[in-house]
């Protein structure tokens, strides 16, 4: 049904553009990766929308667009991209009831799939967007940045209809000194049958079917001065669906999660109960951050800014009970071109998660307090749903290990107490040629209710470079050399080989 739909919808868009001149542009190209590891080496697979994760692969995609025009009262946007090609096998553990016993079963991604598929429409400072679009972090830099604790885009896009502002725009009566941000939106994640051929069906429980709610704000001050400040916060919440519980190869209760009208309003303020089995003390899996951003432009141009993202899961991390938790980072723009044009660095800490016991006033009687409860995070996992991922890839950061990584059909995320740092730097060694450098490390204590003996931990490396040659508009080469240590990804070594052609024409009369 979800096919159909996208495919309804690029055949709108083809048709509407046909009525009206409108430019297109768009993009083509080859990928091809080798890793002496099942799965590419960190860097390779994050943040690049949970394309490329497997080992080795050669695959094509091609994307056109068309960007919405701000200056018009009103105007519109479309895109599709899609992807093909080949990807080499891991093995997931499988129950076999006849047998009973867990075998490895050989899993891939699939063949053929529409990466994007979206239409927007925006009156004034307003937009509308449905289809499945890449999100955008509005407090952290996508090339630089170890990803935003919320919506990264590590993973793929999920369908769905969203509304929200056109960028930032000025707050009436303030003379341009405040600007407002935001979106909400509702999702369908297409990855059932990811989880169908992944999950273990021995242990635990496996969610599917859900939704996804998301809604961002933020305030930020006049960005023409030389200071500038943002604050705002995230939420998102998975909800619905069904969850199914297995006990030594046995399926041994089915819940089906509410998706009334009254459960889809309930996400939109964290904290209200559910008529759900499963969903009774809340309504749906809640996640999500405390942004803020201070930056100051020099009078030269350059920029510097630091911000930090607090990353809650309920009231007591909302109420910022979590300690030193959260993404803090330090960010330098050059205005020119150079050999240094970018650096980020970053520090992550989810160790405290709101420490170690869970208290509510219903633990103690005679207790006069009803109002509070803390203590004892999960960050991304839930007792009801499936880890914060799609197909495998953290919603999330990525710095926290996804479930992708789990071959035995483990749902969940192993590894949320982590801790560790991120450094990232671009520019260009000639105007034809530029280059990514990025280093991590991380060490991770498992979970709060499931912690590791002994600590694993990961140092990660990476390397890219660019080439776009003058003679040849619009051609690029790129390519990427990706290395892992430790006891966390296992030691790895990918490369990684991509052409792209991007160009433009008009379309219609």
Known sequence: MKRLNIWCLLVCLTSFTMTAQVEIEYETGVTTNVSSGKFAPYYIASNRGGTITQGNSGMAHGAFWHELDTTKRFSYAFGAELWTGYASNVAYDRYEPEMEHLFPQNQHPARFWVQQAYAQGKYRGVLATIGAKEPSSALVDKQLSSGDLIMSGNARSPFGIELGFVNFQDIPFTKGWLQIEGKVGYYKPADGKWLNNHYNYYNYFVSASYWLHYKQFALRTNPDKPFSVSIGAQSACQFAGSMANYSNGKLTSTIKLAADIKAFFRTIIAGSGGESEGDKFVEGNHLGSWDIALRYRFPSGHTLRGYHQRIWEDGSGIGMLNGFDGLWGIEYHSPHKGFINGVV???????????????????????????????????????????????????????????????????????????????????????????????????????????????????????????????????????????DRGNLYGNNFGVLFSLSYHGNFTLGK
């Open 345 to 483: 660095v970053e520090f992550i800490d989810l160790t405290n998660q709101s420490g170690p016991i869970h208290w509510a006033p219903d633990d103690f009687e005679g207790t006069h307090i009803t109002s509070k409860a803390t203590g004892s995070d999960d960050y991304y996992n839930n007792y009801t749903y499936n880890g914060y991922h799609i197909r495998g890839m953290s919603v999330g950061s990525p710095f926290v290990k996804s479930p992708l990584y789990n071959t035995d059909g483990y749902m969940r995320y192993t590894d949320n107490l982590v801790r560790g740092f991120h450094l990232a730097v671009n520019g260009n060694i000639i105007p034809t040629l530029s280059y990514r450098a990025m280093l991590s490390f991380r060490k991770t204590w498992g979970t709060p209710f499931l912690p590791r003996v002994e600590p694993l931990t990961d140092t990660s490396a990476f390397l890219e470079a660019i080439y776009s040659p003058i003679a040849a508009p619009g051609l690029s080469l790129t390519t990427q050399l990706g290395l």
